[in-house]
């Protein structure tokens, strides 16, 4: 059994940058086919991000030169660097691993591109 573990998800506003993790277990770091998906409200969960075979990255075209997939073999760990984020971006952000003939998903990290409520400004003689 994999454990797949995602972190680094949070509120960030548009144009802001967020760092996703997966940390997995039992070897799996090594995955020919390890990557990120998320999923809208109201959405099929779709391909952020995947390497195969430990060299080829394939990126969706929604964040081709925004988001940077990378591996951290010591630490067990797969990266998700997000530039640039945009509002159409808010998801839960999912990590998939393929390992011994086996698909793992972890539970997800949602990630929220939002303005925020604003704050009122009041300018008075």
């Known amino acids: 059994q994999v454990q797949v573990v995602e972190s680094g998800g949070g509120l960030v506003q548009p144009g802001g940058s967020l760092k996703l993790a997966c940390t997995v277990s039992?070897?799996?770091?090594?995955?020919?086919?390890i990557g990120w998906y998320r999923q809208r409200i109201g959405d099929q969960r779709e391909l952020v991000a995947v390497t195969i075979n430990r060299r080829n990255t394939n990126y969706a075209d929604f964040v081709k030169g925004r988001f940077t997939i990378s591996r951290d073999n010591a630490k067990n760990t797969l990266y998700l660097q997000m530039n640039s984020l945009e509002l159409e971006d808010t998801a839960v952000y999912y990590c998939?691993?393929?390992?011994?003939?086996?698909?793992?998903w972890g539970q997800g990290t949602q990630v929220t591109v939002s303005w925020g409520q604003g704050t009122q400004v009041t300018v008075s003689s």
């Open positions: 998939r691993v393929y390992w011994n003939w086996n698909i793992y």
């Open positions: 039992a070897g799996a770091i090594a995955s020919n086919n």
